[in-house]
């Protein structure tokens, strides 16, 4: 059997606050983004961040409309959104219109919500763990329903949908792209993510410090992954990480080899205050993404 070839595919991503809140810096970001050969634009999603920063916070789906206006290719999508804290037909309805509006090149990426403290309680939302884990599970099934196009209803614990048909359906079929992030070494996320089409883990221990999670780790979440789908494997599954590279395109291809070789399809370049201001980060934007050459690995490796 030939061996199989795997590309990496290299994503920005930004938080929606601080100085990333001003809707044109945005703006400019997207349309050099695009310029410099990046294959994604994503955005975080948070309200609060910490009830004591005050600082300037952008609502990620108005950024994301605005981006997916000044570009073309780059795919698109809040990274990640804590449905837990959404009406759920309300993001099916958003996400489906971005969707049009991009001509078909977003990518949602879903997760319980950090901080718990700020983003749920501090406006009154239940921030149990379990309670977010339930309300996300009947939030992903409403999506996968809504963006069907056919008829669907509701009767669960936390949600209640009428018989309903919702249009338009968006471009992407099925639908659009759904990943799921978790925190390793909790094992539900990875478990949920397998049920759909993606996963965006994360490490406690080097998610400020810019280095990607260990390959161990890495592995570890894999191995979950491939259990929960069976003799599917990570065939048509995306695998993205997320850390911070250096601006040679070659030196920091040769960071990621490994990664590419242990199933990593998708690279997310943090930008953030931890790693420097605005004006360093436009820079490392502008240097473009990492050089990987594509990886060939054992004929059903993934599997």
Do not use: C
Request: hydrophobic content about 50%.
């Amino acid at each position: 059997m030939r061996p199989e070839v795997i590309a990496v595919h290299f994503a920005l991503n930004v938080p929606n606050f601080g100085d990333y809140a001003d809707p044109a810096t945005f703006v400019g970001l997207a349309r050099e983004a695009e310029a410099s050969g990046w294959d994604a634009l994503f955005v975080w999603d948070h309200l609060l961040v910490d009830p004591d920063w005050g600082v300037p916070i952008a609502d990620p789906w108005i950024l994301l409309a605005a981006a997916a206006a000044v570009t073309e290719r780059i795919r698109l999508g809040p990274m990640v959104t804590p449905l837990a804290r959404r009406r759920p037909w309300v993001v099916a309805r958003q996400a489906a219109t971005l969707d049009h509006l991009s001509a078909g090149r977003v990518t949602l990426g879903v997760g319980l919500g950090e901080p718990p403290g700020a983003e749920f309680e501090a406006f009154g939302e239940d921030s149990d763990a379990r309670v977010r884990a339930g309300k996300l599970d009947e939030a992903l099934a409403i999506l996968d329903g809504l963006w069907s196009g056919e008829p669907f209803a509701v009767e669960g614990a936390f949600h209640h949908l009428a018989r309903m048909r919702f249009e338009p359906r968006p471009v992407q079929r099925p639908r659009i792209p759904i990943w799921v992030a978790g925190f390793w070494p909790a094992r539900a996320p990875f478990r949920r993510a397998a049920r759909w089409d993606g996963v965006f883990p994360a490490s406690h221990a080097t998610e400020e410090t810019g280095e990607p999670m260990p390959l161990d780790e890495l592995g570890a979440i894999l191995d979950v992954i491939r259990a929960a789908r069976g003799p599917r494997g990570l065939e048509g599954f995306e695998v993205m990480i997320a850390g911070g590279t250096p601006a040679d395109p070659a030196a920091a291809g040769t960071i990621l080899e490994p990664y590419a070789a242990a199933g990593v399809t998708w690279w997310s370049e943090g930008l953030n205050g931890w790693r420097g201001p605005l004006e360093a980060m436009m820079d490392r934007l502008r240097a473009g993404p990492p050089r990987v050459p594509a990886i060939a690995v054992p004929a059903g490796s993934r599997a």
